[in-house]
């Protein structure tokens, strides 16, 4: 019962490169959640997906790229990296859009852009 | 403008004392949750309570307790006996429009 995994836990890449950043749940919620934390804003909504092929854009989607061909996972693509995409990546998961449901969060991923 | 706002970037509490963290927001609806998530070292973010607006009773888990005061648009979280393992950042959280919107965050120490 591994409940949300994320990987790779640490990446470094240089602008202008590709990167994945995975997301896998095993609980098979609706809805999936990618937010970025930095330091002063706390945590913010990249991108959300209400099921397989549903995606919609958060607060702050610029410069990324997701799908979900599958209900368990999330993948969010930088498709050319920049330095003020270093941040820690979180991916959530719930069973629906109703708050009474809680998010339940992935370990993040620490993303450097050197 | 800030939907959630933490005034507090930092505080401390002695082991087994009391500590409140502040958190207002900003919303035009009239039903909404609220909620408070603790991040230790780990990273792993991991929900603490929750508080559904029309419920005028305040939220109680365990240590942790809120208080909601609607009309200020408040809602403070207090950690009674705190304990080492409570030390992390404490993040306060708005859900509108079915997403959840986050402040910036109290770093909490606690010594022994």
């Known amino acids: 019962d591994a409940g949300i995994t994320q990987s790779p836990r640490y990446k470094i890449t240089e602008t202008g490169r590709q990167v994945t950043l995975m997301c896998h749940q095993t609980?098979?919620?609706?809805?999936m959640f990618w937010y970025r934390q930095d330091l002063g804003h706390g945590l913010r909504l990249i991108y959300y997906?209400?099921?397989?092929?549903?995606?919609d854009k958060g607060e702050v989607p610029d410069g990324y790229v997701v799908s979900r061909s599958k209900t368990e996972n999330f993948p969010l693509t930088l498709e050319s990296a920049t330095r003020s995409q270093t941040s820690v990546y979180f991916c959530a998961s719930s069973e629906s859009r109703q708050p009474s449901h809680e998010q339940y969060f992935g370990p993040g991923t620490r993303l450097t852009v050197t | 403008a800030q939907t959630v706002t933490q005034s507090q970037p930092e505080m401390s509490v002695q082991e087994a004392e009391t500590v409140t963290l502040s958190c207002t927001y900003d919303?035009?609806?009239?039903?909404?949750?609220l909620f408070w998530y603790k991040q230790p070292p780990s990273r792993q973010m991991i929900l603490v309570i929750r508080?559904?607006?029309?419920?005028?009773q305040n939220a109680t888990e365990n240590r942790f307790s809120v208080n909601f005061q609607k009309a200020a648009k408040s809602f403070s979280l207090k950690i009674s006996d705190s304990q080492l393992g409570d030390a992390a950042m404490y993040f306060c959280a708005l859900y509108r429009t079915d997403k959840l919107i986050f402040g910036t965050g109290t770093r909490l120490q606690v010594f022994p």
């Open positions: 997906s209400a099921a397989a092929d549903i995606t």
């Open positions: 609980w098979s919620h609706s809805y």
């Open positions: 919303t035009s609806e009239s039903d909404y949750y």
């Open positions: 508080q559904e607006a029309y419920k005028q």
